[in-house]
């Protein structure tokens, strides 16, 4: 959007010219007073917020590189432009918007409307904040040609980000991404973007809310999810000061759970996050008021929505008067074999997971004569996949990443943590009354398919340099042709720039295409053990994650205990190779 060939200043006071935002224009005004030459500055300009496959996410502020009305504007104008020439009936089919309760939201959702509507395009406006998995259930039941969430799901309380769903119902997948941002970047400034006044636009119903009727066929659609059972758990519940807490209350009420206690201090949506500096279950401190509380109240189970309520974190009584926080790969686990056990399932069932959750779910689902499809990297691939296996008569059960995201069955084509949620609920009071428990049920699982062992050895490279840090460290690793690791023999090294990822059918794997291609490297051992190196898609990270199998000979603390030092020889020796 700057002019390139200038220096630093002249960008910064184009960019102020062009903003539509006074706020971010004193923003600007007051760093450039300070200093024009400041680390904080060339960040801001260190070129556009890229979009791509997960929309935008950003630090909100002014700048090129942040997230602001400015770059809203001109995104919905590509988007819009883009969505015109591409989906028929766009205008009349409209696109539903949704936002959660972080800074900015609604002013985002409300500048996305308004540009949508100068275009001509209908919005479909929700009136009130709400999760993400509601926003794409509404984009099927509405029958719109795309979707906006303005959220930034578990990242820190400085950021907001803009997630894009398609006509299908999921998230955009190449080459739709790149379409649209080659769109944006013929957008005009910020400041020029057409945007109807909301008067206007509500006048002409080019503004419209999204019907009450809507979120009730979501609850509906949830309830749906488990069949009729006990009933008897006592429940703690978080929504991390996010937007899941109305919603997941009234469902888990209407299932006819009654003894549930929410986590006060958490439950009002605030976008400032006061009582967790990263609102993320999975980070360690998270939790804390979620366990405390389950102590004092005696809790059979807690569960735990991030704040745009599309993940899900379950934790239960350790026997030792704490609480055991399991990992995705075990809820994930728990949940599909339930799905495909504790029901009968549908014909041709099908089940997918992403290539760094744990092969244990796959293996089983084949042993259950089940469909097991591995995709890249995020639920916009899961939700996809599943679609095209759909056309040839499967019928999706269940899907999973390892990062706490669930879907079953195909309510949502996205992860759902509040469906989930309730999911697990209905799962743990069924044991419950049989005298057992998630982790009891873990075991008999890992005494029949083998002990299954996960982990993870995240890299974070933040600023300008991050990205380049990341990439040498991927450079380093595709330069090396380890023959072992930890001891242990590799069988192979996947490299999915130029593979894409073998499909269950049993067909010959296929070169990567355009649409496929992703930097991300898998080493295979001769007893099943896994490591996958791969870049964050929404954070300065780079990630390695290692699977580790071994069968359960006497008792599964034995198991765990060999699984654990294998994982350690990997990891050192991993971490060693990548030069991190």
């Known amino acids: 959007m700057t002019p390139k060939g200038v220096n630093l200043e002249e960008r910064a006071r184009a960019w102020i010219t062009a903003d539509p935002d006074p706020t971010t224009k004193k923003e600007l005004e ?221 469902v888990i009420r209407r299932a006819g759970f009654t003894d549930v206690h929410v986590v006060t201090e958490q439950f009002t949506p605030d976008g400032a996050f006061p009582t967790v500096r990263f609102p993320n279950p999975e980070e360690k401190g998270a939790m804390d008021l979620s366990f405390a509380l389950a102590k004092k109240v005696k809790a059979d189970l807690v569960l735990a929505n991030d704040p745009d309520a599309d993940r899900l974190a379950v934790a239960v009584a350790d026997g030792k008067g704490g609480y055991l926080q399991l990992t995705g790969n075990q809820v994930g686990v728990i949940l599909g074999h339930s799905l495909l056990t504790d029901r009968v399932p549908p014909e041709k069932p099908l089940l997918v997971a992403s290539i760094v959750s744990s092969p244990e779910l796959g293996n089983i689902a084949r042993a259950l004569g089940a469909r097991f499809e591995t995709t890249l990297t995020g639920f916009k691939w899961l939700a996809n996949r599943a679609m095209d296996l759909e056309k040839e008569g499967y019928h999706h059960v269940f899907g999973y990443e390892e990062a706490l995201g669930y879907t079953p069955y195909d309510l949502v084509r996205d992860k759902d943590g509040i469906s989930a949620a309730l999911l697990a609920a209905h799962l743990a009071a069924e044991l419950k009354a049989k005298g057992e428990t998630l982790l009891t049920r873990l075991s008999d699982i890992a005494t029949k398919y083998g002990f299954y062992a996960s982990d993870q050895v995240n890299v974070t490279k933040t600023g300008t340099d991050g990205a380049a840090a990341i990439k040498a460290i991927m450079d380093r690793l595709r330069a090396a042709t380890p023959k072992s690791i930890g001891g242990k023999s590799v069988t192979s090294i996947v490299d999915l720039e130029r593979q894409a990822i073998p499909s269950d059918s049993g067909a010959a794997p296929a070169p990567a295409t355009a649409a496929t291609r992703s930097n991300v490297l898998i080493y295979e051992f001769e007893d099943g053990a896994r490591i996958i190196a791969r870049p964050s898609g929404t954070e300065p990270k780079i990630k390695f994650y290692f699977d580790v199998r071994v069968p359960v000979r006497t008792t599964i603390d034995a198991a765990a205990t060999d699984a654990r030092g294998v994982m350690e020889s990997l990891k050192k020796d991993f971490v060693a190779l990548a030069g991190t």
């Open 30 to 250: 007051q760093l450039l007073a300070v200093d024009p030459k400041s680390a904080d500055l060339k960040e801001r300009f260190s070129g556009p917020l890229e979009f791509g496959t997960a929309g935008l996410r950003g630090l909100i502020g002014a700048g090129e590189s942040r997230m602001n009305r400015a770059v809203i504007r001109r995104t919905t104008y590509g988007l819009g432009q883009y969505l015109l020439g591409a989906v028929e009936n766009a205008k009349t089919r409209g696109v539903v918007i949704g936002f959660d309760g972080r800074r900015m939201s609604r002013e985002f959702a409300e500048d996305t409307a308004l540009v949508l509507a100068a275009l001509g395009i209908r919005a479909h406006l929700f009136d009130g904040l709400g999760p993400t998995p509601l926003t794409a259930f509404a984009l099927k039941e509405l029958g719109a040609a795309a979707a906006v969430m303005v959220t930034a799901s578990h990242n820190p309380p400085e950021y907001n980000g803009y997630k894009v769903y398609w006509e299908n119902g999921a998230q955009i997948i190449p080459p739709t991404d790149g379409e649209i941002a080659k769109s944006i970047e013929k957008a005009p400034l910020g400041n020029e973007v057409p945007l109807l006044a909301m008067d206007e636009a509500r006048k002409k119903e080019l503004v419209v809310s999204v019907s009450p009727a809507v979120e009730e066929a979501y609850k509906t659609g949830i309830l749906g999810v488990i069949p009729d059972g006990a009933r008897t758990l006592r429940i703690v519940y978080t929504p991390m000061h996010g937007v899941g807490g109305r919603i997941f209350s009234e």
